[in-house]
């Protein structure tokens, strides 16, 4: 009894965030994967860690991985799609909308200068940085991006970013037993990646600076 008491604490995630998933169901998780990609009150929604959760759970058995992916990757998609047509329709006015309680204006103007950076790849590589993934689709909208264009990297993304990490969660629950070690290896994860990333591009405009002082030296 004692063992089984404390095999069910260990499989506990903060917040009941596994209790969660587990009452929302496909449908719940389908739902909150298209609020936080389709609608812009939602880029609050942790649709990384519920879909690593997912795949957890569904090495547990709670679901089915095959019922998972097909599922998942259609909210993804149908999400990007309504917010591409949310862009389409408003058009320069929602970049002109104060922002509110649940909206974030500054979150849509990052995603603009990310978008005019990098073009129709922005779509594709949103998926996989937080609130960017919720605003650049509808910035693709405003920006009169053609649809079909903007379909293929909806669908390479999306893909790509739901199976990738409902795959990560279900490989790393074969590796670890406890829940409480898996939330703290995906968050370290997480957090390294950002580091990462963060020195990478502070690396990379570095070098872009010394090259163009160098360049002006030469000259």
């Known amino acids: 009894m004692l063992e089984e008491r404390s095999k069910r604490g260990t499989e506990r995630m903060p917040f009941d965030f596994n209790d969660w998933i587990q009452a929302a169901g496909y449908p719940g998780m389908a739902a909150a994967i298209f609020?936080?990609?389709?609608?812009?009150?939602?880029?609050?929604?942790?649709?990384?860690?519920?879909?690593?959760?997912?795949?957890?759970?569904?090495?547990?058995?709670?679901?089915?991985?095959?019922?998972?992916?097909?599922?998942?990757?259609?909210?993804?998609?149908?999400?990007?799609?309504?917010?591409?047509?949310?862009?389409?329709?408003?058009?320069?006015k929602i970049f002109r909308k104060e922002g509110?309680?649940?909206?974030?204006?500054?979150?849509?103007l990052r995603a603009r200068r990310f978008y005019q950076k990098h073009g129709g790849k922005t779509i594709f590589i949103a998926r996989f940085i937080g609130y960017i993934r919720?605003?650049?689709?509808?910035?693709a909208g405003a920006a009169g991006m053609p649809y079909l264009r903007f379909l293929s990297f909806n669908l390479a993304g999306g893909?790509?970013?739901?199976?990738?990490?409902?795959?990560?969660?279900?490989?790393?629950?074969?590796?670890?037993?406890?829940?409480e070690l898996y939330m703290a290896v995906i968050f370290g994860s997480a957090i390294a990646l950002t580091l990462l990333a963060a020195g990478g591009r502070f690396a990379w405009k570095w070098l872009r600076k010394r090259k163009a002082r160098h360049a002006a030296t030469v000259r």
Request: hydrophobic share 50%; glycine share 12%; charged share 10%.
């Open 35 to 92: 609020a936080e990609t389709g609608l812009l009150i939602g880029f609050f929604l942790p649709g990384d860690t519920l879909l690593l959760s997912a795949g957890f759970l569904a090495q547990r058995g709670h679901f089915s991985l095959w019922i998972l992916v097909p599922v998942l990757c259609i909210a993804a998609v149908l999400g990007d799609s309504t917010g591409y047509y949310i862009g389409e329709r408003t058009g320069p």
């Open 100 to 108: 509110g309680r649940f909206f974030k204006r500054s979150h849509l």
């Open 134 to 139: 919720t605003f650049a689709p509808t910035v």
């Open 159 to 179: 893909v790509t970013w739901v199976v990738s990490l409902l795959f990560v969660g279900y490989f790393v629950g074969t590796q670890v037993e406890s829940l």
